[in-house]
């Protein structure tokens, strides 16, 4: 008999979560941008933080996994395995000072290879209120589709440049039989590795990443407000890359590395000392 699973997905700077001395978590890396796979007990499962830093923002159009929907604001979770999956519950980006960057029109893709794409359909979302005691809203129902990638679109959200969104969690059933092979290296979602040193650092600091893939990596540093400060490409090639990044002019404070190399999505958090 298969077993009944709930996942419950988020995409945060942090890896912790409100009333995280009542959490028992499991966390996993996840394509797409930043993101965790939790089995958790809370004591209000259902609350969500006021702090943009609990979930996953996006200022700037990046291209699509799935080929139809071009240049957008999105993101990929990637299950790790094939599941059924059932209803959700969502958790609007719920920052007060932002509460315009929460998704409004929603376009939802699912995927076995994360090739073929299936549209569940496009949605409307309601804004977050803000509050500490929200509690997000019932999403949308898969039905008992079987996917282990799912991606979700901004296609509008209640105004401004940046799009975000809080937390997704999952109801789904283990299909024990499935079992999928990677053919090629762009359906292996961990074939990079990436490390920065020294960090903390005042002037410059290296980032190396480490591939097994072969196949053209992007990465862009982004701070804690979405603002890209640095972009570039890296060769198609496998083996160690170094990514030199000179922060002289930039503020002291928290940056992120934001890496793709073939399904691999990965981030690294700096920190300009003062």
Known sequence: MDSVVNLRKSAS?????PYRNCILQVIFMMAGVLAFQQAQAQCFPDRHSTSWMDGWISCEEF????PLRENG???????KEVYALFNTHVWNSN???????????????????????????LFDWPQANGSSYYEGFEGPDFTGVTARYVLM????NYGGECFGLSEVRFAAEVQEESVLTATDDMNDPSCAQMHAFPNPFEEETKVVVQSTCVSTGTYRVVDMLGRVMEDGTLSGHSGFNEIVLSGRDW???????????GRSQ???QLLKAE
């Not at 700077?13 to 979560?17: A, F, G, S, V």
């Not at 291209?63 to 799935?66: D, E, K, L």
């Open 95 to 121: 920052d007060p000072s932002h509460l315009e960057r929460g998704f409004r029109e929603v376009a939802i893709d699912y995927s076995r290879d994360g090739q073929e794409w299936t549209e569940l359909g």
């Open 73 to 79: 604001h999105w993101i990929l979770y990637d299950l």
């Open 266 to 268: 990965l981030q690294q």
């Open 251 to 261: 503020p002291s404070g928290t940056y992120v590395v934001h890496l793709q190399v």
């Open 153 to 156: 679109t901004g296609l509008s």
């Open 13 to 17: 700077y942090r890896l912790d979560q």
């Open 63 to 66: 291209p699509s996994p799935n």
